[in-house]
T-cell receptor
Framework: GAVVSQHPSWVICKSGTSVKIECRSL??????MFWYRQFPKQSLMLMAT?????????EQGVEKDKFLINHASLTLSTLTVTSAHPEDSSFYIC?????????????FGNGTRLTVT | DQQVKQNSPSLSVQEGRISILNCDYTNSMFDYFLWYKKYPAEGPTFLISISSIKDKNEDGRFTVFLNKSAKHLSLHIVPSQPGDSAVYFCAATYNFNKFYFGSGTKLNVKP
């Protein structure tokens, strides 16, 4: 159990366009989901915490107008990279923890490789 | 400021021997620690965890040790297998509000 599905797994877009990434918890409810970004050979960088029914909490240095997060239901959070630029090319990973278990570890999606040309 | 650190970017071990991956943290508020395994182009997979009230947790070939006074934890894999080759991240959290990750250690288990 505790499967997190992320879609798409990879996407190539042109500079200036927007890209939406979906994160779904398939067999559990997730009040909170997290969005991470991973640069090559570097750590997972927390971008924002997505809370169902409320505004996301962004980490320092992350542009909330550029990385739009919507958490409309207990099983779905979306990240939209607006007006993408080549420097936004990265590996984006979502994660979620079970709402019904306080001590639930994070479960990750398989990530989305974004390439902006 | 990196609250969770993995100072060894890579580790190479012979098959059958022990792999020891280390992790240090700075925030004494952390009350739960986790290890994740990650293959290229995939999301991390949860491996094992430990609560701050314990100093050891074991699951098959994987054992995590926690030294709170030193703010240090380690993951032991015995015996190491080629399939264990991956990047290992340690993570820490308090109240499960946020999870902080180290920069990862790439483990290579040689046949």
């Amino acid at each position: 159990g505790a499967v997190v599905s992320q879609h798409p797994s990879w996407v190539i877009c042109k500079s200036g366009t927007s890209v939406k990434i979906e994160c779904r918890s398939l067999d559990f409810q997730a009040t909170t989901m997290f969005w991470y970004r991973q640069f090559p050979k570097q750590s997972l960088m927390l971008m924002a915490t997505s809370n169902e029914g409320s505004k996301a909490t962004y980490e320092q240095g992350v542009e909330k107008d550029k990385f739009l997060i919507n958490h409309a239901s207990l099983t779905l959070s979306t990240l939209t990279v607006t007006s993408a630029h080549p420097e936004d090319s990265s590996f984006y990973i979502c994660s979620a923890s079970r709402s019904d278990r306080r001590d639930s570890p994070l479960h990750f999606g398989n990530g989305t490789r974004l390439t902006v040309t | 400021d990196q609250q969770v650190k993995q100072n060894s970017p890579s580790l190479s071990v012979q098959e059958g021997r022990i792999s020891i991956l280390n992790c240090d943290y700075t925030n004494s508020m952390f009350d739960y620690f986790l290890w994740y395994k990650k293959y290229p182009a995939e999301g991390p997979t949860f491996l094992i965890s430990i609560s701050s009230i314990k100093d050891k947790n074991e699951d098959g070939r994987f054992t995590v040790f926690l030294n709170k006074s030193a703010k240090h934890l380690s993951l032991h894999i015995v015996p190491s297998q080629p399939g264990d080759s991956a990047v290992y991240f340690c993570a820490a959290t308090y109240n499960f509000n946020k999870f902080y990750f180290g920069s990862g250690t790439k483990l290579n288990v040689k046949p």
